[in-house]
């Protein structure tokens, strides 16, 4: 089974902050990856799919890049409305989510 | 609009059985792959089973084979998720979520879960 190992577990930052998330892929898939954003209570939300699509109606102070086996999600501008969990996930076989990072706004 | 909304779970003891529902509209529900993601409380996503868009492939993860079964009735709109011989480690709530493919793919759309508790 593919594995991905995000890094960090969690991280607080101020807003109007660059945050970078790093998920890594046990092996190759490719840009078959998307991440996701997560809130208490609520559903997942798509951010980006194909490593680096931005999905339609996201903010572009986020960002996706990286292929193989090591891929980030990036938000430019840190806003108050970006607090949750962010989880990475492969789709190149079934799928597996990455662990979750979650962000807190100083 | 997309929606997918979720029913059936419950508090139930280990070993017996229980189905969970998918009622999907808003799009061409048979043109599309679905999945079954489950969430344990305070946890992170555990991606269950696959069904492409026509029945004609199904997936599971390791920890429901052979235990849980995916299914989909296209002339209703519906999705299942039948789950036998529950164990406490299955406490999670459970989310149906789109691909936006035939097979499979990432999730577009997710709905609201169903949160199923086993428990004695």
């Known amino acids: 089974d593919i594995q991905m190992t995000q890094s960090p577990s969690t991280l607080s930052a101020s807003v109007g902050d660059r945050v970078t998330i790093t998920c890594r892929a046990s092996?190759?898939?490719?840009?078959?990856v998307a991440w996701y954003q997560q809130k208490p209570g609520k559903a997942p939300k798509l951010l980006i799919y194909?490593?680096?699509s931005l999905e339609s109606g996201v903010p572009s102070r986020f960002s996706g890049s990286g292929s193989e086996t090591e891929f980030t999600l990036s938000i430019s501008s840190l806003q108050p409305d970006d607090f949750g969990t962010y989880y990475c996930?492969?789709?190149?076989?079934?799928?597996?989510f990455g662990q979750g990072t979650k962000v807190e706004i100083k | 609009q997309v929606q997918l909304v979720e029913s059936g779970g419950g508090v139930v003891q280990p070993g017996t059985s229980l189905r969970l529902s998918c009622a999907a509209s808003?799009?061409?529900?048979?043109?599309?792959?679905m999945h079954w993601v489950r969430q344990a409380p305070g946890k992170g996503l555990e991606w269950v089973a696959l069904?492409?868009?026509?029945?004609?492939?199904?997936y599971y993860a390791d920890s429901v084979k052979g235990r849980f079964t995916i299914s989909r009735d296209n002339s209703k709109n519906m999705l299942y998720l039948q789950m036998n011989s529950l164990r406490a480690d299955d406490t999670a709530l459970y989310y149906c979520?789109?691909?936006?493919?035939?097979?499979?793919?990432?999730?577009?759309?997710w709905g609201q879960g169903t949160l199923v508790t086993v428990s004695s």
């Open positions: 996930q492969q789709y190149v076989k079934h799928w597996t």
């Open positions: 979520a789109k691909t936006p493919v035939a097979s499979n793919s990432y999730a577009d759309f």
């Open positions: 808003g799009f061409t529900f048979s043109s599309y792959g």
């Open positions: 194909m490593a680096s």
């Open positions: 069904i492409w868009y026509d029945a004609s492939n199904t």
């Open positions: 092996q190759s898939v490719s840009t078959w």
